[in-house]
Each structure stands twice: as C-alpha cells, then as structure tokens.
C-alpha cells in the first residue's frame, strides 16, 4: 500500500518529465508501488467510467498503438513544466501538507530529478 499523497507526488513527477517532451523513465519507478494496493479483482471502484472504447477514432487508435510500441513521446508544454516546477519549488520551500517528509519516501530518481529543478531555479 502507498498513501494516496504519495502516489499524487509520484503522478506529478512524472507529468513534470512529460511536459518536458523527454522520455521518462520514471515510468516504472512510478509502478513501483502503483499496483501493489489493487491486489485481486476487477472492481477498480469507478462506475462512471464507460467499459467501452470507441478504436474507430483514428486519433485514439494512433495514440493507443504508440503507445504500445514505445515510441510515443509527448511534445514540449511549456506551460505544464512552468506550473509544476513552480508547485514542487514552493512545495519544497514551504513544506505545503508534509511535503518533505513525502520527498524522503521518493526514489532516487524521482528525488534527482526535484534537485536538479531546484537547482536551476
């Protein structure tokens, strides 16, 4: 099990590496904890999410296959990398909601990656 601010940190780091239009390879150190708390069963809780995906859309299915195929990478956002730099700057500063506490729970990599941020701002 990982708690729920946690996994939210680890979610974000990787958005921050993903607007960034790089690969990332967080991924897996992300999935590190990701499954661990969905032990047996297909009740993943959300029963407004439709069961059904329209492959018909040609955007859909071309994202969906690159994603197969490990070849998608997202281009630059400036603009998601600016606000959640800005997030994890103050975050850090501020120790917003235990936020330095959660920071010692990262991976090394994950940890690396808020140095170098910090670093450069």
Excluded: H
């Amino acid at each position: 099990m990982i708690p729920a601010p946690l996994k939210i940190l680890k979610v974000l780091i990787e958005e921050l590496l993903s607007a960034s239009g790089m690969n990332t390879t967080l991924a897996a150190a992300a999935a590190e904890y990701g499954d661990e708390d969905e032990e047996g069963g297909d009740d993943d809780g959300w029963e407004d999410v439709p069961s059904m995906l329209d492959l018909g859309l040609g955007t859909t299915k071309k994202e969906l296959m690159a994603y197969g195929e490990g070849s998608y990478t997202r281009q630059r956002d400036d603009e998601t990398q600016a606000y959640l730099s800005e997030f994890f700057i103050r975050a850090g500063r501020e120790n917003l909601a235990g936020f330095n506490d959660l920071y010692l729970l990262l991976s090394d990599e994950e940890r690396e990656k808020l140095l170098e941020l910090a670093q450069g701002a």
